[in-house]
T-cell receptor, first 113, second 117 residues
Framework: GENVEQHPSTLSVQEGDSAVIKCTYS??????FPWYKQELGKRPQLIID?????GEKKDQRIAVTLNKTAKHFSLHITETQPEDSAVYFC????????????FGDGTTLTVKP | DVKVTQSSRYLVKRTGEKVFLECVQD?????MFWYRQDPGLGLRLIYF???????EKGDIPEGYSVSREKKERFSLILESASTNQTSMYLC????????????????FGAGSRLTVL
């Protein structure tokens, strides 16, 4: 089955700095790669996703890049703010098996004011 | 505006008890999932369902079963709860239509924190 590895497990940055979280996946058939943000005590929510037919996607201060050859994708957050502090999960899925997602172990991002 | 509702936010059960966790979604989604969340282990898939009365094992199905009698409802059952099943349980749903915009996007419930004593 699919295996997703996520690094780092914790990340601390100063407000205004950039943060990068990296994930690798094992199943070359995976074609959908979402990122979920989970604030303390809340449910995970989708913040950005990318499908395998594109290499990069950007939404304001967040961007995701995908390298299908190397089977890795990354989340980039620029100009970090304290409200970016949360746990971030990457995931991978494909069109079979109800599109079930395999998640990374999560990255706890702390943005220090 | 709540779209995926988990009936119990906090439960405390004793070892050996039968536990039911209920999840209801109002988005007419075909796919429903049960994940377990433990610190440092991410979200691990227990079971999923792609249609009424259909179910598939996820990565960690041992000790669990599920029921989907209606499209909007997906129940997780612990036949005999054990202390190692103390965890946060997250229900999620998604629409069918792989390849279409929005397909495979998960909408999560608020979670059910289960403590087994």
């Amino acid at each position: 089955g699919e295996n997703v590895e996520q690094h780092p497990s914790t990340l601390s940055v100063q407000e205004g700095d950039s943060a990068v979280i990296k994930c690798t996946y094992s199943d070359s058939a995976s074609n959908y790669f979402p990122w979920y943000k989970q604030e303390l005590g809340k449910r995970p929510q989708l913040i950005i996703d990318i499908r395998s037919n594109v290499g990069e996607k950007k939404d304001q201060r967040i961007a995701v890049t995908l390298n299908k050859t190397a089977k890795h994708f990354s989340l980039h957050i620029t100009e970090t703010q304290p409200e970016d502090s949360a746990v971030y999960f990457c995931a991978a899925s494909k069109n079979t098996n109800a599109g079930k997602s395999t998640f990374g172990d999560g990255t706890t991002l702390t943005v220090k004011p | 505006d709540v779209k995926v509702t988990q009936s119990s936010r906090y439960l405390v059960k004793r070892t050996g008890e039968k536990v039911f966790l209920e999840c209801v979604q109002d988005m007419d989604h075909e796919n429903m999932f049960w994940y377990r969340q433990d610190p440092g282990l991410g979200l691990r898939l227990i079971y999923f369902s792609y249609d009424v009365k259909m179910k598939e094992k996820g990565d960690i199905p041992e000790g669990y079963s599920v029921s989907r009698e209606k499209k909007e409802r997906f129940s997780l059952i612990l036949e005999s709860a054990s202390t190692n099943q103390t965890s946060m349980y997250l229900c999620a749903s998604s629409s069918r239509g792989a390849g279409l915009h929005g397909a495979n996007v998960l909408t999560f419930g608020a979670g059910s924190r289960l403590t087994v004593l």
